[in-house]
């Protein structure tokens, strides 16, 4: 036996000392379960307990072990510097601390003492999604079932994504030499574990549950996959969610079509004699438009559509690509369903293109409706300055609709489109159909202005074109300023603004302030939950931007996930640190979309002026310097500006 002391001396005569006036925890469950002022006051705790789960490649604060006793599990915190290794199924003689963990209790500054092997638990209880994301198997010892949607390799352990009977939780499991996980996807499987939630960025809230499992011997396969899943029945795509598919959607399910489109290692889209469908995949082998592919994945609904995810897919046969043709429509005709993820061609009028987006996203009007068309940035080219605001195009790509809000969340008949977007494959999927005309507004003002001589008609016609004209003219300059997905106002009003406050505070002696916003990896969001995810975080972090400034503030988004705010008139300097924190808190919180939860976190940079001391210029230089320090320290936070920054480069702030 080797007794293991893991805390410096000083702190055992702190436990000593508590010991005289706080009783001694002997149970698992006891120490888990105390309330979180209770467990600050370091009650001593004793116990005997099996190691269930250790991680020896988890490094620093996090570093830890869970073990269980006949009453329950707790999460034992080791100390830094601990290099001993703990297998799993070890029984030991455990002493400690009670302590607040990141979500529950936990025992802190352990010493232990190796009896033996135990072996892992015998008994487990199977509980449900949703028991376990609201905490009360929190760190508990228990067994899940479900389907494995997805496997991803790190090295010393494996992630199975697991979709449960009611919602999908994620498997941490430590690899086993000689065992082939890439398998497992589509097996039903049991799977022994501890229970442990997921927290969002800055560690404070729960948003999720995983399930740690320490070998493979406590996974057992109930149903085993098929050894070929292109042998699936081949079902139609208009079937897939229909009521006789229920009974075997748990499980991966196989169609055929043409290649409609491809985004390599994100979708590919097919289309076969009854409807289309686009899959989510990582496989980034090429295939051609109209080409004939199977592919295999788990089907569900997303909005208006059925989609495919954690996708494969195959070559069909070795015949010659037939690429379809597309349906002409128009924007009403989409909107009244029929078209999802089908190859559409639509005309319409150019607006304008959002310069925030990664991608080549153009903005186009047709009939009363204005909807996007979207080109990968890389498969853009020379073709594209062609394309001028007013032009009429053709488009021609897959059509996906933008759902609209529903009533309280509920819907009886389905979500209502609000819109929709055409996603392309190349710039051979835009036709210029028809040039910006001529007849400018400038030009109809010259014409009209020598025709004021002419009759009463002509007066009264010449009034119409006026308004007519002005209409127009406000409505694409209020496009030009005002960013399309999010409402706010762009990098052009912003510049305008901020000179037009500073020249304000110059000549009352008044001061301003510069909040620069940024979104902490959100390039993860994107990757996670798709752009449409990405999108609607974007729309969300604006509403919130909005609700805590002021209404004489200005808010901009000035890049993809880059906002600024302009704080005009101001007579308190440390009023803007105030707004910083106030953002910094309202916007971690998490953002649902999809019946996902999705974590959000920004770093803030401030800038404030004094009697206007400071021109827009160096103020955009030293807020941007500001939030890269923001970024340094660990994202999450704020930073103002002070001297010592001006003289660092930003590579180094960063």
Not at 40 to 57: E, I, N, Q, S
Not at 315 to 341: C, M, Y
Request: aromatic share 6%.
């Amino acid at each position: 036996m080797v007794l293991l002391f893991v805390k410096p001396a000083a702190n055992a005569e702190t436990t000593k000392d508590l010991t005289g006036r706080l009783r001694t925890i002997t149970t698992a469950r006891e120490a888990h379960d105390l309330r979180s002022e209770e467990a600050k006051r370091g009650y001593p705790v004793h116990l005997r307990a099996v190691v269930t789960f250790y991680d020896p490649k988890t490094t620093g604060k996090r570093k830890g072990i869970t073990v269980h006793d006949a009453t329950g599990s707790v999460y034992v915190r080791l100390d830094l510097g601990h290099a001993e290794p703990l297998a799993t199924g070890t029984l030991i003689d455990l002493r400690g601390i009670s302590a607040l963990g990141e979500f529950a209790p936990v025992i802190d500054h352990p010493q232990y003492q190796v009896i033996g092997y135990a072996g892992f638990p015998a008994d487990a209880p199977r509980p449900s999604y949703s028991h376990m994301m609201f905490g009360k198997y929190d760190g508990q010892w228990v067994e899940v079932e479900g389907v494995v949607h997805s496997v991803a390799d790190h090295g010393y352990y494996v992630m199975l994504q697991l979709a449960m009977d009611d919602g999908n939780i994620v498997v941490k499991l430590i690899k086993n030499e000689g065992t082939s996980y890439s398998s497992l996807v589509d097996a039903k499987l049991r799977i022994r574990g501890n229970a442990l939630p997921t927290l969002n960025l800055s560690r404070q809230h729960m948003i999720g549950v995983h399930v740690d499992c320490p070998s493979f011997s406590l996974v057992r396969i109930i149903e085993a996959p098929p050894e070929n899943p292109y042998m699936l029945p081949t079902l139609p795509i208009s079937k897939l969610l229909q009521w006789d598919m229920v009974p075997i959607l748990t499980h991966r399910v196989h169609v055929r079509g043409r290649v409609t489109l491809q985004w390599p290692g994100t979708s590919v889209c097919i289309q076969d004699a009854t409807q289309g469908i686009c899959a989510q995949t990582a496989q980034d082998t090429r295939v051609a438009n109209g080409e004939l592919i199977d592919v295999v994945g788990f089907a569900h609904a997303e909005g208006n559509a059925s989609v495919l995810t954690d996708a494969i897919f195959n070559r069909a046969d070795d015949s010659a690509a037939a690429p379809l043709s597309a349906v002409p429509v128009t924007a009403e005709q989409v909107l009244l369903g029929g078209h999802e993820s089908r190859l559409i061609q639509i005309d319409g009028q150019l607006i304008s293109r959002d310069p925030a987006s990664a991608d080549i996203t153009l903005l186009l009007t047709s009939g009363k409706g204005i909807y996007t068309a979207i080109l990968p940035k890389g498969l853009g080219g020379q073709e594209t300055k062609a394309w001028e605001n007013g032009s009429i195009l053709r488009i021609t790509g897959i059509c996906s609709l933008q759902s609209g809000a529903q009533i309280k969340g509920v819907s009886l008949v389905g979500v209502q489109p609000r819109t929709f977007r055409v996603l392309m494959r190349s710039t051979a999927d835009v036709d210029v159909v028809r040039k910006p005309s001529w007849w400018t507004p400038a030009h109809l003002v010259v014409l009209l202005a020598l025709a004021l001589s002419g009759t009463l008609l002509v007066l009264a016609w010449v009034i119409i074109l006026r308004r007519r004209i002005r209409e127009s003219e406000e409505r694409f300059r209020h496009m030009a300023l005002h960013d399309a997905l999010t409402g706010l106002a762009t990098r052009l009003l912003l510049e305008d603004r901020l000179n037009a406050a500073v020249e304000t505070a110059k000549r009352h002696q008044a001061g301003l302030a510069l909040l620069m916003v940024d979104l902490d990896k959100f390039k993860d969001i994107n990757d996670t939950f798709g752009h449409q995810a990405g999108d609607e975080v974007l729309r969300v972090i604006a509403d919130r931007l909005l609700d805590v400034v002021r209404k004489s503030d200005t808010v901009a988004r000035i890049g993809g996930d880059e906002f600024v705010v302009l704080l005009p008139d101001l007579r308190d300097p440390q009023f803007a640190e105030r707004i910083a924190a106030n953002i910094v808190e309202t916007l971690a919180v998490p953002i649902s979309y999809e019946s996902h939860e999705m974590p959000v976190t920004v770093s803030v940079g401030v800038c404030a002026s004094e009697a206007g001391k400071l021109d827009a210029d160096t103020l955009l230089k030293n807020v941007d310097a500001a939030l890269y320090r923001a970024k340094a320290h660990g994202r999450n936070c704020f930073v103002a500006f002070n001297p010592e920054l001006a003289d660092v480069p930003l590579d180094q702030a960063s």
